[in-house]
């Protein structure tokens, strides 16, 4: 897993690459321009690529493909 100071990491991110383009990028759209070429040029996941020694998970988030990512963002900030 990730934690919530990388998740908002990975939204300031999200902000930069989409501002003025697409300024509310949706889930799938950020996985597949941002998190995926990230983790196939080093071939592995995007946790392990945040955190090589592995996090131990204390909380599970599940998310839609088609929602907001920055609102996913908001939304799992209220509970860490």
């Known amino acids: 897993g990730i934690t919530g100071m990388q998740l908002s ?11 003025g383009a697409r300024e509310n990028p949706n889930v799938y759209e950020v996985v597949n321009q941002i998190i995926k070429p990230a983790c196939v040029a080093r071939g592995v996941s995007y946790a392990i ?3 090589p020694g592995g996090k131990k ?3 599970f988030v599940t998310h839609a493909w088609f929602e907001s990512f920055l609102k996913f963002v ?6 860490y």
Not at 14 to 19: A, L, N, P, R
Not at 74 to 79: K, R
């Open 57 to 59: 998970c204390n909380t």
């Open 49 to 51: 690529l945040l955190n």
């Open 74 to 79: 908001e939304d799992v900030q209220q509970y």
């Open 9 to 19: 990491e990975l939204a300031d991110q999200v902000v930069k690459k989409f501002t």
